[in-house]
């Protein structure tokens, strides 16, 4: 993120060859730099059923990246945070 837009171009490789976590990471990142361009790389994952393995508080789950890109698309973050990459 300190780099800025000059990220981009990682977050972009990560979105499409990174583990399931780190494409998550990338949108999410990408979000933070470019709502419009956040909102098209979760929009591109919200099909996937890789799982991945999230913790909320303290609370470790195993959902889908397309269920979390989805949660995120929808506004609701629900605390998540990834639990591994």
Not at 20 to 41: C, D, F, Q, V, W
Request: hydrophobic share 35%.
């Amino acid at each position: 993120m300190e780099k800025g837009d000059a990220a981009d171009p990682t977050f972009q490789q990560c979105l499409k060859s990174g583990t399931p976590a780190a494409k998550l990471y990338s949108a999410i990142g990408l979000h933070r730099l470019n709502a419009e361009e956040g909102k098209k790389a979760l929009l591109s994952l919200v099909e996937s059923q890789e799982p991945v393995p999230v913790m909320q508080g303290c609370i470790l789950s195993n959902e889908t990246v397309g269920g979390v890109a989805r949660d995120f698309l929808s506004g609701n973050h629900r605390g998540y945070s990834m639990a591994s990459f």
